[in-house]
T-cell receptor
Framework: AQSVTQLGSHVSVSEGALVLLRCNYSSSVPPYLFWYVQYPNQGLQLLLKYTSAATLVKGINGFEAEFKKSETSFHLTKPSAHMSDAAEYFCAVSRYSSASKIIFGSGTRLSIRP | EAQVTQNPRYLITVTGKKLTVTCSQNMNHEYMSWYRQDPGLGLRQIYYSMNVEVTDKGDVPEGYKVSRKEKRNFPLILESPSPNQTSLYFC????????????????FGPGTRLTVL
């Protein structure tokens, strides 16, 4: 069975500071991993995905994530937070790229302080 | 513009009154799915469809029905809504296996906020 754990339901950082959102996964087979962002009153939008190519994945809006198999982690980072980054972020895992099922984490709400 | 649309966006209803939430996509995607989002639980899959007339249960299918008679539409039906179905619902679509697509990008609709009294 696959699962995803997001550590911290709410993270607050100052504008210009490093953003680090944590995600750990559990999977008995090589996983495909995703980060989605949800802006207020909108649907989810794909930020980036790991599909067994490069372990460091770059996404949109300056975000990136590193797949670490030894730590079963896929943390999301951004060097310098912007006010427009305030949103809810979801980590997700699936078994293979065209899988019918994708398992979402419980989400982390990111707030940016001026 | 490529998009997934849902209607209605907001709905308040009463227990037991049948309702349908529509979902439509204009990207010719084979795969469509319904999720519900609840605080602290993330998104949970209700039903999904790999293609026309092919549907299957997700993680929380109880109390819901779906149909896929056309490729572009995937309505979610609540035959007898109950208060525990009060939630935010999202429809999503993506290119499926038959199209040779390996992309994992799911396109989400804007959501339907349902309140069952």
């Amino acid at each position: 069975a696959q699962s995803v754990t997001q550590l911290g339901s709410h993270v607050s950082v100052s504008e210009g500071a490093l953003v680090l959102l944590r995600c750990n996964y559990s999977s008995s087979v090589p996983p495909y991993l995703f980060w989605y962002v949800q802006y207020p009153n909108q649907g989810l939008q794909l930020l980036l995905k790991y599909t067994s190519a490069a372990t460091l994945v770059k996404g949109i809006n300056g975000f990136e994530a590193e797949f670490k198999k030894s730590e079963t982690s896929f943390h999301l980072t951004k060097p310098s937070a912007h006010m427009s980054d305030a949103a809810e972020y979801f980590c997700a895992v699936s078994r293979y790229s065209s899988a019918s099922k994708i398992i979402f984490g419980s989400g982390t709400r990111l707030s940016i302080r001026p | 513009e490529a998009q997934v649309t849902q209607n209605p966006r907001y709905l308040i209803t009463v227990t037991g009154k049948k309702l349908t939430v529509t979902c439509s996509q204009n990207m010719n995607h084979e795969y469509m799915s319904w999720y519900r989002q609840d605080p602290g639980l993330g998104l949970r899959q209700i039903y999904y469809s790999m293609n026309v007339e092919v549907t299957d249960k997700g993680d929380v299918p109880e109390g819901y029905k779906v149909s896929r008679k056309e490729k572009r539409n995937f309505p979610l039906i609540l035959e007898s809504p109950s208060p525990n179905q009060t939630s935010l619902y999202f429809c999503a679509s993506k290119v499926g296996l038959l199209a040779g697509g390996t992309t994992d990008t799911q396109y989400f609709g804007p959501g339907t906020r349902l309140t069952v009294l």
